[in-house]
T-cell receptor, first 114, second 117 residues
Framework: DAGITQSPRHKVTETGTPVTLRCHQTENHRYMYWYRQDPGHGLRLIHYSYGVKDTDKGEVSDGYSVSRSKTEDFLLTLESATSSQTSVYFC?????????????FGSGTRLTVV | DQQVKQNSPSLSVQEGRISILNCDYTNSMFDYFLWYKKYPAEGPTFLISISSIKDKNEDGRFTVFLNKSAKHLSLHIVPSQPGDSAVYFCAALGSDAGGTSYGKLTFGQGTILTVHP
């Protein structure tokens, strides 16, 4: 009954290749976010979306781009993957009107860049 | 610059005792605070929250305390159970200068809680 799914769950890719991670929600939440989790840094915001085709940068956006063509889907693209982008990526959704300020997170994508 | 800090990377407590997890913040624009719990290989899940107009919020075994003057919040778990062993993140919500937040949360580094039977 997960209202938010991420794909793939695991990925190994080579340096310099493009990679796209997908986040899909069935909750009709307005806001969507991409975070990365790294030891010692917690969760850091990469990009976020506040509506279809409305996106903006977070604190660690360099090397990443996003797109949101539909309410349900938020894509994160690494244009040319680097080893520093090896991380666990989490998508989250929220809608202050529907459910308050808390996030619902996906299960994460573990990305390894070799 | 880390605006939300959890200075204790780990905490170990005995089952049945109290667990106290701490969090400090620097941005006075933060006005809503949340705690999340994360098990390995899963996404974080919401635990409890508190608005800046309150100094305490309680939900079962979990209580969050907010000291605005000290820019400090803490999560108390009483009594602690082995199933509480997880990573705990505090998070803060605040508007920018234009009064817009888009719901963005700023997270701390996390504290690994281990509850021993």
């Amino acid at each position: 009954d997960a209202g938010i799914t991420q794909s793939p769950r695991h990925k190994v890719t080579e340096t310099g290749t493009p990679v796209t991670l997908r986040c899909h929600q069935t909750e009709n939440h307005r806001y969507m976010y991409w975070y990365r989790q790294d030891p010692g840094h917690g969760l850091r915001l990469i990009h976020y979306s506040y509506g279809v085709k409305d996106t903006d940068k977070g604190e660690v956006s360099d090397g990443y781009s996003v797109s949101r063509s539909k309410t349900e889907d938020f894509l994160l693209t690494l244009e040319s993957a680097t080893s520093s982008q090896t991380s666990v990526y989490f998508c989250a959704i929220s809608d202050p009107v529907l459910t308050g300020y808390g996030y619902t997170f996906g299960s994460g994508t573990r990305l390894t860049v070799v | 610059d880390q605006q939300v800090k959890q200075n204790s990377p780990s905490l170990s407590v005995q089952e049945g005792r109290i667990s106290i997890l701490n969090c400090d913040y620097t941005n006075s624009m933060f006005d809503y605070f949340l705690w999340y719990k994360k098990y390995p290989a899963e996404g974080p899940t919401f635990l409890i929250s508190i608005s800046s107009i309150k100094d305490k919020n309680e939900d079962g075994r979990f209580t969050v305390f907010l000291n605005k003057s000290a820019k400090h919040l803490s999560l108390h778990i009483v009594p602690s159970q082995p199933g509480d062993s997880a990573v705990y993140f505090c998070a803060a919500l605040g508007s920018d200068a234009g009064g817009t937040s888009y719901g963005k949360l700023t997270f701390g580094q996390g504290t690994i809680l281990t509850v021993h039977p």
